[in-house]
């Protein structure tokens, strides 16, 4: 077991909703990455607990997915000693058993279908450090799992408001690149040939890029809408997606003071990402100005 302390960050964006803990910091971290979407606003839970709480698609919601500056987020949130990694992300539902506004969804798989973009990793590979993580489960699956058993017990008191996509942890996501809504056709693709549940846009690669930093990373997924897939309606569109999302805003508070309780450090192996032959690159032949990004990572 580690002695390192377990601290909880939180990615919001379209699902993020006003919490209702006090705001006792703020920290602006400028990264070698660049600039991250906004500030961490520090929170104070009711038990003194720190939780980290970070707008992905920063202050009045100004960048897009594809404009997301994912590695300066995710460095800032390793610098400010973060070890665990909650995204809160709207999605759309590809199953019939996730009804929008009611299920409550925790992945464990994700399906990278975004179009070389976005920035999907942190070492740049140009005469420069190579590295090749193990991203067989890209979800942290006991981060994950504590996420789940939360998210029964909400189901269990609120039964008629709420329900389990899945007893067990089981289901995968697809990411797609946005901004824009999918057609028809790429919905059935996704639902039919690929065999995804739910469909989203900025978990990738987040996910992948937590794996590189350390970090424990999972999703709580809130479905808003079947995306395009149903033959009987027109698809998708923004308005749906806000008015899908209202009945899910007392789940984060709800959530994040538990699960800032109960996670902890030691317990699975992505903090040892960059182990072994990892890095691919002898770092003594790297240029040492490109290497000094990496100092924090490498720790």
Request: proline content about 7%; hydrophobic content about 40%; some cysteine.
């Amino acid at each position: 077991m580690s002695d390192k302390i377990a601290k909880l960050g939180v990615f919001g964006g379209t699902a993020l909703f006003d919490l209702p803990f006090p705001v006792i910091d703020e920290l602006w971290i400028i990264t070698p990455f660049g600039v991250p979407s906004d500030v961490i606003k520090v929170l104070e839970l009711p038990d003194g607990t720190h939780v980290y709480l970070m707008n992905r698609h920063g202050p009045g919601h100004v960048f897009s997915p594809s404009k997301l500056n994912y590695r300066a987020n995710v460095y800032a949130m390793k610098k400010a000693d973060v070890t665990h990694l909650l995204s809160l992300s709207a999605c759309g539902s590809l199953s019939e058993n996730m009804h929008p506004s009611k299920t409550l969804f925790v992945p464990a798989q994700l399906f990278d279908w975004t179009k070389g973009i976005r920035k999907h990793t942190f070492f740049e590979g140009d005469n420069d450090a190579v590295a090749h993580i193990s991203f067989g489960d890209p979800i942290c699956l006991d981060l994950a799992r504590e996420v789940h058993t939360i998210c029964k017990k909400i189901v269990e008191l609120s039964p008629e408001w709420f329900q389990l996509f899945s007893e067990t942890l089981t289901g995968s996501t697809v990411v797609i690149e946005g901004p824009r809504f999918s057609s028809h056709v790429e919905s059935v693709f996704f639902k039919n040939v690929m065999g995804a549940d739910a469909i989203a846009m900025t978990p990738m690669p987040e996910a992948a890029l937590a794996r590189e930093a350390g970090l424990c990373y999972a999703v709580l997924h809130f479905p808003a809408d079947f995306d395009s897939w149903r033959k009987a309606t027109k698809g998708v569109n923004a308005d749906e997606v806000k008015a899908g999302l209202e009945p899910y805003k007392p789940i984060p508070a709800t959530i994040i003071p538990i699960l800032a309780e109960a996670i902890q450090t030691g317990r699975c192996n992505c903090v040892n990402s960059l182990e072994g032959f990892a890095i691919h690159s002898n770092i003594e032949v790297v240029p040492p100005g490109k290497m000094k990004k990496y100092r924090l990572l490498l720790k």
